[in-house]
């Protein structure tokens, strides 16, 4: 447990704990990314999947999706700052265990975004973390220039097909360099529903 406490609350982003990050032009093309994964970790026999919001609003509509879903699936929504040792504790895991952490949406302050990364890395079963992201995400549309997002477009073919993803470690690199920035600037965050908000309250500079 102690062990589990230390990972799960320190204060230093390291950029080792990123997983995978899967780029998206659109937020249905994410969505739809999203599911098709749940079905594939639902046949695959995954033991538990955990969609992961960093503001209420966004939580909402994972919820939402849930209640779509067949009762059977299991398939939880909730806040990153809810996954504890509590939570931990109470889903009564086993080392056999497979776990699916699927983050939908980034934090535009590293310590508060690896979260997710950091309850994962602290489980003693095994799991692993994959971001579903959209370049339409409020925070991401500071961040990719329209020259990258056509470079993006290009990758996923010619015919202009935006309903698959791509793996940048470009992306990534840029998402984190401009995340410290902020952290650099922004010492006492006001606290929001949405993510769109977050900006407008915190670095209204960078909101649309």
């Known amino acids: 447990m102690l062990r589990f406490l230390k990972q799960l609350f320190s204060s230093e982003p390291d950029p080792d704990l990123h997983g995978r990050d899967l780029f998206y032009l659109t937020s249905d093309a994410q ?24 503001f209420p609003a966004l ?18 929504a ?7 040792a509590q939570v931990a504790s109470g889903m009564q895991l086993r080392e056999t265990d497979r776990i699916e952490i699927i983050v939908a949406e980034l934090h535009p302050l590293p310590e508060t975004d690896l979260q997710p990364q950091r309850f994962s890395a602290a489980l003693s079963c ?9 370049l339409q995400d409020p925070f991401l549309q500071t961040i990719v220039s329209d020259s990258f ?12 097909e935006q309903s698959e993803a791509i793996e940048s470690n470009m992306a990534t690199r840029r998402v984190l360099r401009a995340q410290r920035d902020l952290s650099a600037r922004v010492k006492d965050p006001v606290p929001a529903e949405s993510l769109q908000q977050w900006l407008q309250l915190n670095a209204p500079d960078t909101a649309h």
């Not at 969505?31 to 960093?54: K, P, Y």
């Not at 939580?59 to 939880?76: A, F, G, M, N, S």
């Not at 909730?78 to 504890?84: D, I, P, V």
């Open 31 to 54: 969505l739809q990314g999203i599911l098709r994964h749940i079905e594939q970790l639902v046949d695959s026999a995954a033991d538990a999947i955990l969609l992961v919001a960093h």
């Open 78 to 84: 909730l806040l990153a700052e809810s996954l504890t």
């Open 59 to 76: 939580l909402h509509q994972l919820e939402e999706l849930v209640t779509q879903l067949p009762e059977d699936w299991p398939v939880r």
């Open 126 to 134: 095994r799991s692993e973390v994959v971001r579903f992201l959209s």
């Open 149 to 160: 997002r056509s470079l993006i477009q290009k990758l996923m073919g010619g015919d202009g």
